[in-house]
């Protein structure tokens, strides 16, 4: 979703760890022809980086290599490690964008791409293994039909490249309360890939590890919502593209291999914080007039008692993340109106693709249901 070392003093308040460099990765060679390297011209690859030196040396050098003939951009976030020194020592190739200070995930690549004129834009998350000809197919889908305004590839585990990664996997879905899945992936169970989800489709929502934007399309929605810090921004940003009549997509024929939580485990309480809080937001933000009200009333009901399960597994931080996530955002209601007036139209479930008509909690925990293609969705 997004790189997750990256930080927002100015709007969390909570310090994070930087990711250490674990190991060396090899460099892989493209074998696409010129013609394909020629096509991604248009392309401008940013990755924007916060004290992430341990990743850029990882995994840049296979972005470079398979950069098929795209600009490759590091925007570094005011980082205090070797970063900027790595990059001027080690990556002439790559373009060093310097930002003036930590402006975290969302508003940080809002500053970046502000500054970059590319008919296409990628954000890559830094701890992702890009592999050969992973971007002309998603840059062709884009370009042959002007109404896709996003894609993402395949996201694959990096530790284990036979199944797929969390964030985003094999596209992403919403259900009718706005709780996020993928196919390949339902909350914890991560499927195996056997080509099952390679099929090119529209999706509710595009993964912000790696994903493809049309620049006209990211201009005129004004980019990630900076109050979001991180954690479903690309799932928001998605929505109001669909609102606004443009279409997100999941294209199967390219893959990338992605490292994922580096920083933040699941169980960390900021994370629980971060994911209920924004998750109401996103709801509130975009979802259709008539469906709002019932949907939000719904969410309580759910985030009442997932908070409770948290209790009784003796797991009171995230427990009370839960209750500070409900405060901050009615806390922040105003705001929150604003933005959703800014928004509209608001599109019913049924208007909008990668909708799951049902609750994704109910099939999961109630049912058993632990695949996507136990939903009964196409």
């Known amino acids: 979703m997004k790189n997750e070392e990256l930080n927002a003093p100015q709007t969390d308040g909570e310090g994070r760890a930087a990711h250490e460099d674990n190991s060396s990765f090899p460099i892989l060679h493209s074998s696409l022809s010129k013609r394909s390297a020629a096509s991604c011209a248009d392309v401008a690859i940013v990755v924007l980086n916060w004290n992430g030196a341990g990743f850029l040396r990882r995994f840049l050098p296979g972005v470079l290599a398979h950069a098929d003939g795209a600009r490759v951009i590091v925007a570094d976030n005011a980082s205090t490690d070797d970063s900027v020194e790595l990059l001027a020592r080690d990556f002439p190739k790559a373009e060093l964008l310097l930002l003036e200070r930590n402006f975290g995930f969302c508003e940080g690549y809002n500053q970046a791409l502000a500054q970059v004129d590319s008919d296409f834009f990628v954000l890559l998350n830094s701890d992702v293994e890009v592999t050969p000809g992973w971007l002309p197919p998603l840059r ?75 620049r006209s399309a990211w201009r005129q929605l004004g980019g990630l919502e900076p109050a979001f810090f991180a954690h479903m921004e690309e799932i928001d940003f998605c929505w109001r593209l669909q609102n606004a009549g443009l279409e997100v997509w999941y294209h199967g024929g390219s893959a990338v291999r992605h490292v994922g939580g580096g920083t933040l485990s699941k169980n960390n309480p900021h994370k629980t914080f971060l994911n209920f809080r924004n998750g109401l937001a996103l709801l509130f933000k975009n979802a259709a007039p008539s469906e709002l009200f019932g949907a939000l009333l719904q969410r309580l009901l759910l985030d009442g008692v997932a908070g409770l399960r948290f209790l009784a597994a003796g797991e009171v931080g995230n427990c009370w993340a839960v209750v500070r996530a409900h405060f901050s955002f009615y806390g922040q209601l105003g705001y929150w109106r604003r933005r959703r007036r800014a928004g509209r139209p608001h599109l019913r479930v049924a208007q909008r693709a990668g909708v799951y008509p049902g609750i994704v909690v109910w099939a999961y925990f109630v049912q058993g249901r632990r695949k996507f293609s136990e939903l009964g969705l196409k």
């Open 140 to 214: 062709t889908l884009l370009a042959a039909n002007p109404n896709i305004a996003a894609v993402q590839p395949k996201i694959l585990a990096h530790a284990d490249p036979t199944r797929f990664e969390y964030a985003g996997a094999g596209g992403g879905y919403l259900d009718r309360l706005a709780y996020p899945f993928c196919r390949g992936r339902l909350f914890d169970t991560l499927e195996t890939d056997h080509g099952q989800y390679d099929d090119p489709r529209p999706v509710a929502w595009a993964s912000g590890a790696c994903l493809l934007v049309r």
